[in-house]
């Protein structure tokens, strides 16, 4: 009992253990926030990486694609079996795309994906990233006539979501707008009148006349349709303002290879009919979605003779619960690894997803060197304290305390540092945690430079898990180096002599 007593007296009446308090405070508090943000910020992005990409994909080695991929998928249920929820069939390539802004021709590398619109929501969350409820609902590549979202219907707290003003005017009403304008400016060229062929044998046209092209409307008509990613479109200022340079009813064109032998340069013009917003920058300024059988045919990814289609990928969602990698092992086995790739979307996104992880794994290590740094704060005042209470140790060791008592003392002493150090830590770091971005907007007001740019991050809060693993492992490591540093004081005031410790007293 008497041990207990005297940690509680040193406790409270020494304030050189006020500062050990306050290391191992800071360590701990440190610890919970850094791990809560970067756990936070790793599942925000594998769950979009999930969304996207779906679980296993099937991919052609080859960017003529596959072919019947009704056949395909017939072979994956019969290999994959129940574990698979849903499949459907993609084209992708790379693409560039271009579109005039403010008198500016822009040019912009992507990757133009063929969806089908009907099985293409049971393999992701495609459709939620969409801006128009309708869209949401089931995407038809059509244009609308307006409705879409001003506020991003993904935001938490829509109160705080910056305005997209731009979406006001998108849809029909914004196509039609322009294409008045275009109509007002525009110049007509005179017409002058051909010359009669004097042998009708000698026109291109066997003899015929001429076919009459139709002529587009825009003001009624649109293009194929297609839904750029947001990073394509706009730009973010720092803000958190986004700045349309192309909306939904605006043309757009894109140039890409052929499925020929050799592959030959295509373009297409296209109309935005949507927006998609993945929040996953490296998804949002790549992507844009056509429809599947519409991009088969730009790309002629048709047999001539037969009619069979190719595609390029096969996106699979497994059931819950289900092993990604067994899937995925099954499918290598079953199909021929020189003409497929079958991938999860963990080993697709592996490399980003080690470095995230080794991150996370080095921020760790250094930061658990503040409790380090703590100890051996501890280790040095307890040698002092030891010096200091060489005449009280005496006293105890001659009124009979034993040396495993009078260690007891120290080492209890150490354990105590640590508890309370740990608990208000624990406490510290879990306030923060809960009003972390209140603190990053104060910051930001603070010192004129938002904390945390939506810009970068296409992400309007920091995003946060705290995990009660990671807090009991941080508080017991906190405790365990308090109770190591004070081993060594505890076992020089153990091994005192108590006739030595009073002798010069």
């Not at 006539?145 to 997209?164: L, S, T």
């Not at 400016?185 to 026109?203: G, K, M, R």
């Not at 730009?235 to 939904?248: A, E, K, S, W, Y």
Request: charged content about 20%; overall charge negative.
């Amino acid at each position: 009992m008497y041990k207990l007593l005297l940690c509680w007296r040193y406790l409270r009446t020494r304030y050189i253990a006020l500062a050990s308090i306050v290391s191992v405070t800071l360590g701990v508090a440190t610890m919970i926030v850094v791990n809560s943000v970067m756990d936070g910020f790793a599942n925000e992005m594998q769950s979009r990486m999930n969304d996207v990409l779906s679980d296993v994909i099937v991919t052609s080695r080859s960017l003529e694609g596959m072919p019947n991929p009704e056949w395909h998928m017939d072979e994956i249920r019969r290999v994959a079996g129940d574990d698979v929820v849903g499949m459907t069939p993609t084209s992708q390539v790379p693409a560039a795309l271009a579109y005039y802004f403010r008198g500016q021709y822009f040019t912009r590398q992507v990757t133009v994906i063929g969806i089908d619109p009907k099985t293409y929501a049971s393999v992701s969350k495609f459709g939620y990233y969409l801006q128009h409820p309708e869209n949401r609902e089931h995407l038809d590549f059509k244009l609308k006539e307006n409705g879409y979202d001003v506020i991003d219907h993904q935001a938490e707290n829509p109160a705080k979501a910056m305005p997209r003003s731009d979406m006001e005017r998108a849809g029909w009403v914004y196509r039609r707008a322009n294409a008045a304008f275009e109509k007002r400016i525009a110049v007509q060229p005179p017409i002058e009148s051909a010359p009669p062929l004097e042998d009708d044998s000698d026109s291109v046209f066997g003899g015929t006349a001429p076919p009459v092209q139709e002529t587009f409307d825009p003001a009624t008509e649109q293009h194929t349709g297609t839904v750029l990613g947001i990073g394509l479109c706009s730009h973010r200022i720092p803000d958190g303002t986004d700045v349309f340079q192309v909306l939904p009813g605006d043309d757009v064109e894109i140039h890409f290879p052929s499925c020929g032998r050799p592959p030959e340069f295509r373009s297409s013009k296209l109309t935005i009919t949507d927006v998609y917003e993945s929040k996953m920058a490296q998804y949002d300024m790549q992507y844009m979605f056509v429809p599947l059988d519409k991009f088969q045919e730009m790309r002629g990814m048709i047999d001539p003779q037969s009619g069979v289609r190719f595609v390029n990928a096969i996106q699979i969602r497994l059931k819950e619960g289900a092993d990604a990698n067994v899937v995925r092992d099954k499918l290598r086995a079953h199909f021929q690894l020189h003409l497929y790739d079958v991938s999860t979307w963990r080993d697709m996104e592996g490399p980003l997803l080690a470095a995230v992880q080794t991150e996370t794994l080095v921020l760790n290590v250094l930061l658990f060197l503040i409790i380090a740094v703590a100890g051996f704060g501890i280790l040095a005042i307890f040698f002092m304290i030891v010096v200091e209470k060489t005449r009280d140790i005496g006293i105890l060791k001659s009124l009979g305390a034993s040396s495993n008592g009078v260690m007891g003392i120290f080492l209890t002493y150490g354990f105590s540092l640590g508890i309370v150090g740990a608990g208000l830590g624990i406490v510290g770091g879990l306030l923060f945690v809960e009003y972390i971005n209140e603190i990053a907007d104060f910051l930001g007001r603070l010192t004129g430079t938002p904390v945390f740019d939506p810009a970068v991050y296409y992400l309007y809060k920091i995003p946060t898990i705290v995990e009660a693993f990671t807090v009991t492992w941080i508080a017991i490591g906190a405790m365990l180096i308090a109770v190591l540093a004070s081993v060594l004081p505890a076992l020089r005031a153990a091994r005192m002599h108590p006739v030595e410790a009073l002798r010069f007293e």
